[in-house]
């Protein structure tokens, strides 16, 4: 039997705790636990992250099976079922005080035989059909490990065989993603010294699709509407060579001091980052842009196989606001965009009601602009998040 300890136990709880009740992302809190454990080795932080993510995943089935409600908060008994099931040995002076001999059922709804929401599961079942099941199951699935190579300051084939025969770091580039590398196995890249130099970014291979869906030209104008901490600005300012203009906004002053910390890394010049509100007024940027993507605020639903938690901490009424900010956005943003220019709307939502519902929306009220292509991109095909990205020229 492998074994698990009192402070990976502990730690355990006390992620669960943050992620669920105080509703914080899973990655930022593990990370921040890690960093509390310096003495912890690999093997220490693979328990603890495979324990988290695995009840995040599970945590319906494993509350059914502990025959509490599908909200229940119960991590020492999640703790000791996930132990039983992966055949762990829990330590004697664990606050988990017993293991269940409980068996975790198979003979259950397709709802919580995927462990979603009932609410979430009929949802995605009414927007998708058929195909919803199929989308439920491969977002409980682990998600690839991908890099997006820096093409502005070198190749996707030079930095391969750099991560192969300098560091030993197995990978192997995507044929129709030229940018991306997905590594064989799970290395912690944060603090690699090419990461440092800014030949590479962390970004899910999908993902990386976005830029160049919004075709960007060098010596043009851009702006990223919802540039957050930046992954797609940088993909932007990379495809057009470091020449022209692109204004990144968003609401969140410590999203952009971290994209003015990666800018500086990829030594690019052409981003300017604009902190915005509800209050700014675009008016001087009128008709602006050749080029305006919105990365959307949306639920997320694509990215379950890296943040399991969005499941949990979307409501009903979330969504619902959701769609109603995008609709707004929409409105704003295409205000910017020049005769012939072209707006992208993208999100990392599977659902209609945030994609193509939109996009029948804002051409119906926007008869001056034309869709020009428009793309969802399944979870289920693949070991990558699930996106949607439409592109529209103003005529």
């Known amino acids: 039997m492998k074994r698990i300890f009192d402070n990976q136990v502990n730690a355990i709880i006390m992620a669960l705790d943050e992620i669920l009740l105080h509703k914080k992302r899973a990655a930022k809190v593990l990370s921040k636990i890690v960093q509390q454990h310096p003495k912890w080795g690999a093997r220490d932080r693979r328990v603890v992250y495979d324990f988290t993510f695995g009840i995040l995943r599970w945590k319906r089935r494993l509350n059914h099976t502990l025959q509490n409600d599908d909200y229940a908060h119960d991590p020492q008994q999640w703790i000791a079922l996930w132990a039983q099931k992966n055949e762990f040995d829990l330590p004697s002076s664990s606050p988990v005080l017993a293991v269940t001999d409980k068996k975790i059922s198979g003979d259950e709804s397709p709802d919580l035989l995927t462990s979603f929401p009932q609410w979430l599961y009929a949802l995605g079942e009414k927007e998708l059909g058929e195909i919803w099941h199929e989308e439920a199951i491969s977002l409980n699935e682990k998600a690839s490990i991908c890099l997006r190579v820096n093409e502005f300051k070198t190749s996707a084939e030079s930095l391969s065989k750099e991560l192969r025969e300098k560091y030993t770091i197995e990978n192997e580039p995507l044929p129709n993603i030229p940018s991306a590398l997905i590594l064989k196995k799970g290395v912690k890249m944060e603090r690699h010294p090419l990461f440092k130099k800014g030949l590479f970014e962390i970004q899910d291979a999908y993902s990386q699709k976005i830029a160049p869906f919004c075709q960007v030209q060098p010596a043009t104008k851009v702006i990223d509407f919802c540039a ?26 410590n999203k952009l001091r971290e994209l003015q910390k990666r800018v500086k890394r990829h030594h690019l010049t052409l981003i300017e980052a604009m902190v915005t509100d509800d209050q700014t007024d675009f008016s001087p940027l009128h008709q602006w842009a050749d080029t305006v993507l919105i990365d959307a605020p949306c639920s997320g639903l694509g990215t379950l196989k890296r943040c399991p938690e969005i499941k949990w901490n979307l409501s009903q009424e979330r969504l619902e606001n959701l769609i109603s900010i995008q609709e707004e956005i929409l409105g704003k943003a295409s205000a910017l965009v020049k005769s012939n220019g072209k707006l992208i709307y993208a999100t990392c939502s599977i659902l209609p009601s945030e994609n193509e519902k939109q996009v029948e ?8 602009f034309q869709l020009e292509a428009q793309e969802r991109l399944s979870p289920s095909n693949s070991n990558f998040d699930g996106f949607f990205m439409a592109r529209f020229v103003r005529k």
């Open 361 to 368: 929306k804002f051409l119906a009220t926007h008869p001056h």
């Open 228 to 253: 957050g901490a930046g992954g797609k600005t940088l993909h932007l300012g990379a495809l057009m060579k470091n020449k022209g203009e692109i204004l990144a906004f968003d609401p969140s002053k």
